[in-house]
């Protein structure tokens, strides 16, 4: 079984603005099902498709299997069936022996940047790097399949 332990964080704009930091992968995700329990997940990026199956997420864990698709299928299927979408810039930063994957989202979430990294265990200890700010890993409209659904420029 595939199991994924993730935390996310909010990040500070001004520090993440001064960061020296890497190229950005450009990341088109699409959603064939999306409900409280499941979601099916079809991701385009520059080169590759990737196909994810996730299950009710419990305190930082769920269970993800993700499959690579050749990327004409990827498109195809976010062009034909993807009931919501949405678009956002990965940067993948390795701080304290760590990945940290932090999306710059656009479109209609644009101003919205989130952190997430993944553990080995839910109460894995590890350093958090001074752009980081409030940790949103159990608030559910941080969710990217929720924020297809209800973007962030629609937040009061």
Known sequence: MGKEIERKFLIDQQKWDNLNKPEGKLFRQGYLLTDKDKTIRVRATE?????????KTIGATRME???????????????????????????????????????????????????EIELESEDENFDLPDWVSNEVTEEEKYYNSNLTVKPFKNWV
């Open 47 to 55: 080169s590759k498709g990737f196909l994810t199956i996730k299950g």
């Open 65 to 115: 299997f993700e499959y690579e698709i050749p990327l004409p299928e990827a498109t195809e299927l976010l062009d034909n069936f993807a009931i919501s979408e949405l678009s956002k810039t990965r940067y993948e930063i390795t701080m304290g022996g760590k990945l940290w994957e932090v999306d710059v989202f656009s479109g209609e979430n644009e101003g919205l940047i989130v952190a």
